[in-house]
Each structure stands twice: as structure tokens, then as C-alpha cells.
């Protein structure tokens, strides 16, 4: 399995309509081979999906209030994962994890076994 380390500051802060990057580097396995995924976690609530990118297929699968704002996204070279977060709202806020998983099934926690280490983000004025 690969170890995740999320890059950059444990806590974000970005205003309601701004932008973030989060990004999670890969080590220890073959990281091209994996699926990927981006999953928040707010407070008081279970994990959930936010994005999926479903093996070498690169097949991609958005939460219904990340499509259309949020993109996932990878760089095998660099073995990283990445989450690109735009026109963020307050609804956004929570800790988010990277994860990934030699096979996956569904975009849920339970299909993924490697995880990053979470970042808070917090979206208000």
C-alpha cells in the first residue's frame, strides 16, 4: 500500500467564492496503479465522498455538490493526487483526506485503505 502525506498547511482558509488546491503526495508502491479519491469530513457528520478517479481509466466520479466545481486530478510522474476547489462555499468547509486503493469499487471510505493525514478548510468571510 502507499503512504499518503498531504502537502501545505494543515489548515486552509479561503473566502466564499474563492479557490484552493489541496494536493497529496504518494510513497512506497507503484502510486499509476492506484485509484484515487478526495473525501470531507465536516464536523459532527461521517466521511463522505467528494471525488473519485477510478484506475488507470482515469474514470471520475463527483459528490452532486462538488461536480461542476471541483476537479481531481493526478500527476504519475510526481506521484501526487490532487483536489482543485473553486467558488467555494461555507457547505464546504470540513477536513479533507486523500486516499487511495490498488481497486475500488464505489467512491465510498470503506474501498480505501491508504490515507492522508487531512487538512482543515474553512470557508467564511
Known amino acids: 500500500q502507499v503512504q499518503l502525506v498531504e502537502s501545505g498547511p494543515t489548515l486552509r482558509q479561503v473566502q466564499p467564492g474563492g479557490s484552493l488546491r489541496l494536493s497529496c503526495v504518494a510513497s512506497?508502491?507503484?502510486?499509476?496503479?492506484?485509484?484515487i479519491g478526495w473525501f470531507r469530513e465536516a464536523p459532527g457528520k461521517e466521511r463522505e465522498a467528494v471525488s473519485c478517479?477510478?484506475?488507470?481509466?482515469?474514470?471520475?466520479h463527483y459528490s452532486d455538490s462538488a461536480a461542476g466545481r471541483f476537479k481531481i486530478s493526478r500527476d504519475n510522474t510526481k506521484n501526487t493526487l490532487y483536489l482543485e476547489m473553486n467558488n467555494l462555499k461555507p457547505d464546504d468547509a470540513g477536513h479533507y483526506y486523500c486516499?487511495?486503493?490498488?481497486?475500488?469499487?464505489?467512491?465510498?471510505?470503506?474501498?480505501?485503505?491508504?490515507w492522508g493525514q487531512g487538512t482543515q478548510v474553512t470557508v467564511s468571510p
Open positions: 486516499a487511495a486503493n490498488p481497486v475500488i469499487v464505489r467512491c465510498l471510505p470503506a474501498d480505501f485503505h491508504s
Open positions: 512506497g508502491d507503484t502510486f499509476e496503479l492506484y485509484s
Open positions: 478517479m477510478f484506475g488507470t481509466d482515469r474514470i471520475t
